[in-house]
């Protein structure tokens, strides 16, 4: 069971959401819909593209999103097509591309974003445009880090696509996947897809992992989703927490079953240290990132530590 909202930080500031957005998409087989989250005050907002794990929807994730809205960031949640909630079949062709689709649909969405904003009346005038991060968490931490960088060995036909975004500033990767050498042979078999290469994620990104996260998808153990920090160039951080599985503490969701590391403190440092390294990434605030790294830094504190490089 995840943390109850009672057990996390009060949200700082009023913020409205507004669901389902539907943008429509021909060739898709279906809408791409979002959930839209912003500050109700404030100018100059910066963006936040939020990517869910394999399966979930932009129901999903609220200790995380719902906390950067009250931040200052307008947040986006797309639905992908992997969704429970859109129920694909197992054998629907369109599965072996999703990886690829969940680009397509990020990307667009970028593309549409003064029609997404328009829907809350009067933040499009509130929103700077030109500051636009991203994040994710497990299967989203891949769609992120294309945005970023990242590159897929297509299993189809081997090719290597650099499908970056070149306005994603920053992101945040979440209990992502490594390298896809490291694959468990269930893993191989049903997410080939999971194939990804750090070497042109240049941007910088702020990773992070739980040191119990031993995933089924992954032969190596917990630092498997370490790869994308060690093994790309540029501006990057690692944030490892202490005691934390898969959920991380809990950030799918307020008291949602698949969270077995129940930790408010946890989820607390995660989506704090995010939100600074973002406004940092940006060059809005550096106060509250170098109190953070000077925190987490060294041996760090008994939920979390912090190692950088660039």
Same mark, same amino acid.
């Given at each position: 069971? @995840?943390?109850?909202?009672?057990?996390?930080?009060?949200?700082?500031?009023?913020?409205?959401?507004?669901?389902?957005?539907?943008?429509?998409?021909?060739?898709?087989?279906?809408?791409?819909?979002?959930?839209?989250?912003?500050?109700?005050?404030?100018?100059?907002?910066?963006?936040?593209?939020?990517? =869910?794990?394999?399966?979930?929807?932009?129901?999903?994730?609220?200790?995380? !999103?719902?906390?950067?809205?009250?931040?200052?960031?307008?947040?986006?949640?797309?639905?992908?097509?992997?969704?429970?909630?859109?129920?694909?079949?197992?054998?629907?062709?369109?599965?072996?591309?999703?990886?690829?689709?969940?680009?397509?649909?990020?990307?667009?969405?970028?593309?549409?974003?003064?029609?997404?904003?328009?829907?809350?009346?009067?933040?499009?005038? #509130?929103?700077?445009? %030109?500051?636009?991060?991203? @994040?994710? =968490?497990?299967?989203?931490?891949?769609?992120?880090?294309?945005?970023?960088?990242?590159?897929?060995?297509?299993?189809? !036909?081997?090719?290597?696509?650099?499908?970056?975004? /070149?306005?994603?500033? @920053?992101?945040?990767?979440?209990?992502?996947?490594?390298?896809?050498?490291?694959?468990?042979?269930?893993?191989?078999?049903?997410?080939?897809?999971?194939?990804?290469?750090?070497?042109?994620?240049? !941007?910088?990104?702020?990773?992070?992992?739980?040191?119990?996260?031993?995933?089924?998808?992954?032969?190596?153990? /917990?630092?498997?989703? @370490?790869?994308?920090?060690?093994?790309?160039?540029?501006?990057?951080?690692?944030? !490892?927490?202490?005691?934390?599985?898969?959920?991380?503490?809990?950030?799918?969701?307020?008291?949602?079953?698949?969270?077995?590391?129940? %930790?408010?403190?946890?989820?607390?440092?995660?989506?704090?240290?995010?939100?600074?390294?973002? #406004? =940092?990434?940006?060059?809005?605030?550096?106060?509250?990132?170098?109190?953070?790294?000077?925190?987490?830094?060294?041996?760090?504190?008994?939920?979390?530590?912090?190692?950088?490089?660039?």
């Amino acid at each position: 069971m @995840a943390p109850s909202t009672t057990h996390l930080s009060a949200i700082d500031a009023p913020y409205v959401s507004v669901k389902p957005i539907v943008l429509p998409v021909p060739g898709r087989g279906g809408d791409l819909v979002l959930r839209l989250s912003a500050p109700l005050t404030g100018h100059e907002l910066p963006v936040l593209l939020f990517s =869910h794990g394999y399966g979930e929807s932009f129901d999903g994730y609220g200790p995380l !999103t719902d906390f950067w809205a009250s931040q200052g960031f307008v947040v986006i949640q797309p639905t992908y097509l992997d969704s429970r909630s859109l129920g694909l079949t197992d054998n629907d062709p369109r599965r072996a591309g999703i990886w690829k689709q969940r680009a397509a649909d990020a990307t667009l969405i970028l593309d549409r974003l003064e029609q997404v904003l328009a829907v809350i009346p009067g933040l499009r005038e #509130r929103v700077d445009t %030109n500051r636009i991060t991203a @994040a994710g =968490h497990s299967f989203g931490g891949q769609t992120t880090g294309i945005l970023l960088g990242l590159r897929v060995i297509d299993p189809e !036909t081997g090719a290597i696509e650099d499908l970056r975004d /070149p306005r994603v500033q @920053a992101g945040v990767l979440m209990a992502t996947a490594g390298r896809g050498s490291d694959l468990s042979p269930f893993a191989a078999e049903h997410f080939p897809f999971m194939n990804p290469t750090f070497d042109h994620m240049s !941007t910088p990104t702020l990773i992070v992992l739980g040191d119990q996260d031993d995933s089924l998808l992954s032969t190596r153990g /917990p630092d498997w989703s @370490a790869d994308p920090y060690t093994d790309s160039p540029g501006e990057k951080h690692l944030l !490892t927490l202490v005691g934390g599985e898969h959920s991380l503490g809990g950030i799918p969701g307020y008291d949602v079953k698949e969270t077995t590391d129940e %930790n408010a403190e946890r989820v607390i440092l995660l989506r704090t240290v995010a939100a600074a390294f973002l #406004r =940092h990434a940006l060059g809005i605030d550096e106060i509250a990132w170098d109190d953070a790294r000077q925190t987490l830094g060294g041996i760090g504190t008994d939920i979390g530590r912090m190692e950088s490089k660039k």
